[in-house]
């Protein structure tokens, strides 16, 4: 199976920051990599496709990046709705894998 | 597209449930769908997949012991938890994975204990 080691677990930040997050694939996937974004108690949303794709609706502060193996989420300014935990998700093989997660939390 | 999850609630160990996942708003038959869960305070954790001519694939944790089925004349997708462990203890979610967009279920809790 493929495993998707995301880093860091918790990433304090100030508003206006820019933050980075990451997942390392144990295998290759291509572009088949998606990120998440979910708030207490809600469903997780998507906020990138295909490693670089911006999904609807989601503001362009939000950008994803691949470098080999490594998957990046960059978030250019920081905003206070962006507060939440972070996940990718590797779709190129079953069993689909997630990476273990990112809360995102204000310093 | 609208995904509602039902059939949740609190099991024994070792015993049985069944979840349904009632779909809307999309030509359900056309479509691969997921269950995905997620314990209490921890990350997201893909269970099974089955796709739109029934062909489906599993986790290892869940391998044996769930079942994941669909009815297409009902809109509907299903999980069958056998042989439940407390660490099935999460909200359950149906979900669709498209390439550029997804839908999620609101969830189901599943609580296994004695």
């Known amino acids: 199976d493929i495993q998707m080691t995301q880093s860091p677990s918790s990433l304090p930040a100030s508003l206006g920051d820019r933050v980075t997050i990451t997942c390392r694939a144990s295998q290759d996937i291509g572009n088949y990599l998606r990120w998440f974004q979910q708030k207490p108690g809600k469903s997780p949303r998507l906020m990138i496709y295909g490693a670089t794709n911006l999904a609807a609706g989601v503001p362009s502060r939000f950008s994803g990046s691949r470098s080999g193996s490594d998957y990046s989420l960059t978030i250019s300014s920081l905003e206070s709705e962006d507060m939440a935990d972070y996940y990718c998700?590797?779709?190129?093989?079953?069993?689909?894998?997630f990476g273990a997660g990112t809360k995102l939390e204000l310093k | 597209v609208q995904l509602v999850e039902s059939g949740g609630g609190l099991v024994q160990p070792g015993k049985s449930l069944k979840l349904s996942c009632s779909a809307s708003?999309?030509?359900?038959?056309?479509?691969?769908m997921h269950w995905i869960r997620q314990a209490p305070g921890k990350g997201l954790d893909w269970v099974a997949y089955?796709?739109?001519?029934?062909?489906?694939v599993y986790a290892d944790a869940v391998k044996g012991r769930f079942t994941i089925s669909r009815d297409n004349a009902k809109n509907t997708l299903y999980l069958q938890l056998n042989s439940l462990k407390s660490e099935d203890t999460a909200i359950y979610y149906c979900?669709?994975?498209?390439?550029?967009?997804?839908?999620w279920g609101q969830g189901v809790m599943v609580t296994v204990s004695s």
């Open positions: 979900a669709r994975l498209t390439t550029v967009a997804t839908y």
């Open positions: 998700l590797q779709s190129k093989e079953s069993p689909f894998t």
């Open positions: 708003g999309f030509t359900f038959s056309s479509y691969g």
């Open positions: 089955i796709s739109s001519s029934s062909g489906t």
